[in-house]
């Protein structure tokens, strides 16, 4: 499912040319959700994330470079821990440890609103890498429970973008040659959404 619904982006278009469209073929349909889609995968390729939850039990695997003293370093945005095996085989409890930062709000109601991006072993646990061994880590990913305001608003943005230039070429003819011409970019509140919510490596 594509961050803005098909019901709320053809209302967005209706309501940017001014009620001029208002009714959409089957086939318009499809192209509008198939620009949704490649908006969305345009937001997570510019932002490394992706938004809301992903699906249960996906399992990702560290080694020792992971790792700095007590911290395990995720390689993706964390909602939440399903289970924690250390690279020896055993399970590590919830008690046993703290998701980072801390304060964290992966609904997005109070504290720091995001995501986990690490692990922090409390002092009675240590982690374990023997030779070939891995921590495994089964979870769901993703960024907050679902995708802020700003981002589904940029969703419809940028399919928006793509919708006005279904019929361009892209080249222009001067003079009896054909030129290829650069397109404009993305409007710049996308490139601001862009911006804030781009992943960076936390170590």
Same mark, same amino acid.
């Given at each position: 499912?594509?961050y803005?619904t098909?019901?709320?982006?053809k209302s967005?278009?209706?309501?940017?040319?001014g009620g001029?469209?208002?009714?959409?073929?089957?086939?318009?349909?499809?192209l509008l959700?198939?620009?949704?889609?490649?908006a969305d995968?345009?937001i997570?390729?510019?932002?490394?994330?992706h938004?809301?939850?992903?699906?249960?039990?996906?399992?990702?695997?560290?080694?020792?470079?992971?790792i700095d003293?007590d911290?395990?370093?995720?390689d993706?945005?964390?909602?939440?821990?399903i =289970?924690? *095996?250390? #690279?020896?085989? $055993?399970?590590?409890?919830?008690?046993d +440890?703290?998701?980072?930062?801390m304060?964290?709000? %992966?609904?997005?109601?109070g504290?720091?609103?995001?995501?986990?991006?690490?692990?922090?072993?409390?002092?009675?646990?240590?982690?374990? =890498?023997p *030779?070939d #061994?891995?921590? $495994?880590?089964?979870g769901?990913?993703? +960024?907050?429970?679902?995708?802020?305001?700003?981002? %589904?608003?940029?969703?419809?943005?940028?399919a928006?973008?793509y919708?006005?230039?279904?019929?361009?070429?892209?080249?222009t003819e001067?003079a009896?040659?054909?030129?290829t011409?650069?397109?404009?970019?993305?409007?710049?509140d996308?490139?601001?959404v862009?911006e804030?919510?781009?992943?960076r490596?936390?170590?």
């Amino acid at each position: 499912m594509s961050y803005a619904t098909l019901a709320d982006f053809k209302s967005y278009i209706s309501e940017m040319t001014g009620g001029i469209q208002t009714t959409f073929t089957a086939a318009e349909n499809t192209l509008l959700q198939q620009f949704l889609d490649q908006a969305d995968a345009e937001i997570e390729g510019q932002t490394g994330r992706h938004f809301g939850q992903g699906a249960n039990n996906h399992t990702h695997y560290y080694t020792e470079d992971d790792i700095d003293d007590d911290t395990l370093y995720l390689d993706a945005d964390l909602i939440s821990v399903i =289970t924690l *095996t250390n #690279g020896d085989g $055993t399970a590590i409890a919830s008690t046993d +440890y703290f998701l980072l930062p801390m304060n964290a709000s %992966v609904s997005g109601e109070g504290a720091y609103d995001g995501s986990y991006w690490g692990i922090k072993l409390k002092s009675t646990k240590e982690w374990q =890498t023997p *030779t070939d #061994g891995r921590i $495994t880590l089964v979870g769901r990913w993703g +960024y907050l429970q679902g995708a802020p305001i700003d981002v %589904v608003r940029a969703a419809m943005r940028i399919a928006y973008w793509y919708w006005t230039k279904r019929n361009q070429t892209g080249s222009t003819e001067i003079a009896g040659a054909e030129l290829t011409q650069q397109s404009d970019s993305y409007p710049a509140d996308v490139r601001i959404v862009f911006e804030r919510y781009k992943r960076r490596v936390v170590r």
